[in-house]
């Protein structure tokens, strides 16, 4: 049950003299903040958009530090609190946004008792006279699915904002400090947060008819100039090792790979708590379908397989249906050319079950390779792609085009109802997980395997021609995850 309003408001504040003067300065410019908002529309305009990009409709939002409410209200949330230790920011906020439930409240004393699915401090870290404590206390209103999204100023545009605070162009701060991207990371380490994603945004703070929407969109993400923007952000999650036991559904495309699906039956290892193998079938010209019914039957007694035919065509559209029969807790990828040896999927279960990450993804360019197994071509095409989409997700992803990747069954339900934004455009699978998952904000972890050569038949890729069609996927990523 959350704090009682009239408890909350006769609490008492004991705080140090630093935070006394930090209220009476939140206090006097209360009435005066929603002035400098429209003074700065084009810069908040922009933290919306931010915020709304890495934000899932109807969750539940906590703002740390919230004024007067504007952003708070702007995001429109399914259940939204604010707290501020300005009693004057927060009549204000009650008064002009009823729906939302709004706290005088130290951020280094929370006495809420509720969980949040986004938690966010946006340029009020400055406020904060022990920036750890806040963290520590965030623990009580998180879980390990929380996203805490950080925005602040970074420490480069000092001179410019004491200016702009002289000049009446922007709000006057009482800043207790001054912490760079590096600093935040730290305290984010010692209280056991993981950092997902970090960055800046937002080169040119002062609107100009097409001049300065081209400088924020596409020049201020290019490397070297991107670390003078003024915005950087942070978003981390709850470190939180995970010791359940987990059923596990995975989902194997077969197109023309019909000597490779007994292996990919017997070769299973156990793992977690229950194995379901679903082979879905991708009109093949060499009897796969008739394999996997043979299969089946030999071994239904002993594993749980299912089968079936895909719809359309396409890796993509096979391992949408497999996902859709799915029973298991977690939802794993596994080539039917077996080249990702099944042998080595319980390191991609304990990677996931155990909560170090939650989007998984294999990397075949670590180990050697077999004789074969990877094409020179295809090793450039993929080392090119993975600093690409490195740059792109704000993540280390060094192999995109590896067919093992697993994430939960929970998060892909998240992921498809946050689909519309990239579209059906991924023929072949991957990149609506990337994708999807990036845009969730999950925590990428890459698991290194020994990618094999095939033993039976040949592969489905056409270097140049699926070549082009990543080429043509990144370009339309680019513009709907980095040039926002």
């Known amino acids: 049950m959350e704090l009682n309003n009239s408890e909350n408001n006769s609490k008492q504040f004991k705080v140090s003299k630093n935070k006394q003067e930090v209220m009476k300065h939140s206090d006097k410019i209360a009435l005066n903040r929603i002035k400098f908002v429209n003074k700065n529309k084009y810069y908040y ?36 609190v604010g707290i501020d230790i300005s009693s004057k920011m927060i009549e204000i906020a009650k008064n002009h946004y009823p729906d939302i439930k709004f706290y005088q409240m130290d951020a280094e004393n929370i006495t809420l008792d509720e969980k949040f699915d986004y938690i966010i401090i946006s340029d009020t870290l400055g406020y904060f006279e022990d920036i750890q404590k806040v963290f520590q ?5 998180s ?49 056991n947060y993981d950092v997902i994603k970090k960055g800046k945004r937002f080169l040119f703070p002062k609107k100009i008819f097409l001049i300065s929407n081209f400088i924020n969109k596409f020049i201020a993400q290019l490397p070297i100039i991107n670390s003078f923007c003024l915005t950087g952000y942070i978003i981390a999650r709850q470190n939180n ?24 039956v017997k070769r299973m290892p156990n793992f977690g708590k229950h194995i379901e193998i679903i082979f879905i079938e991708g009109h093949s010209r060499d009897d796969t379908y008739g394999e996997i019914k043979r299969v089946y039957e030999k071994y239904k007694s002993v594993y749980d397989i299912k089968y079936a035919k895909q719809d359309g065509k396409g890796k993509g559209d096979a391992v949408r249906k497999g996902f859709e029969m799915a029973n298991g807790d977690i939802l794993m990828i596994l080539d ?109 972890i890459e698991i290194p395997i020994k990618y094999k050569a095939r033993d039976y038949g040949d592969t489905n890729i056409s270097r140049f021609r699926h070549g082009w069609i990543l080429l043509k996927m990144l370009v339309f990523a680019i513009k709907k995850i980095k040039f926002i």
């Open 143 to 191: 879980k390990p699915s929380t996203r805490i999204i950080i925005t602040y100023h970074n420490f480069i545009w000092s001179p410019f904002l004491k200016l702009a605070e002289k000049l009446n162009l922007k709000m006057p701060q009482k800043r207790l400090n001054w912490l760079n991207g590096g600093d935040v990371n730290n305290l984010l380490y010692i209280e």
């Open 45 to 80: 305009k922009d933290l919306i958009k931010f915020f709304k990009y890495n934000i899932l409709n109807n969750s539940k939002i906590l703002e740390i530090g919230c004024g007067d409410g504007y952003l708070l209200n702007k995001l429109s949330p399914k259940h939204g």
């Open 336 to 444: 039917a050319d077996l080249t990702v040896p099944p042998e080595d999927l319980p390191k991609f279960y304990n990677a996931i079950a155990s909560g170090k990450g939650e989007y998984i993804n294999g990397s075949r360019l670590v180990y050697p390779m077999e004789d074969e197994a990877m094409r020179t071509l295809n090793m450039i095409g993929n080392k090119f792609f993975s600093l690409m989409f490195s740059w792109l997700l704000g993540q280390r992803i060094k192999d995109t085009l590896c067919g093992t990747k697993v994430i939960s069954k929970n998060n892909y339900k998240k992921l498809i109802a946050n689909r519309k934004y990239f579209g059906e455009f991924d023929p072949f699978g991957d990149f609506d997980l990337i994708f999807g998952s990036s845009k969730l904000s999950l925590k990428f």
């Open 137 to 141: 206390e965030l623990k009580k209103v």
């Open 241 to 264: 090792e995970d010791k359940n036991e987990y059923s596990t559904s995975i989902i194997i495309p077969a197109r023309n790979e019909k000597g490779n699906i007994e292996n990919a």
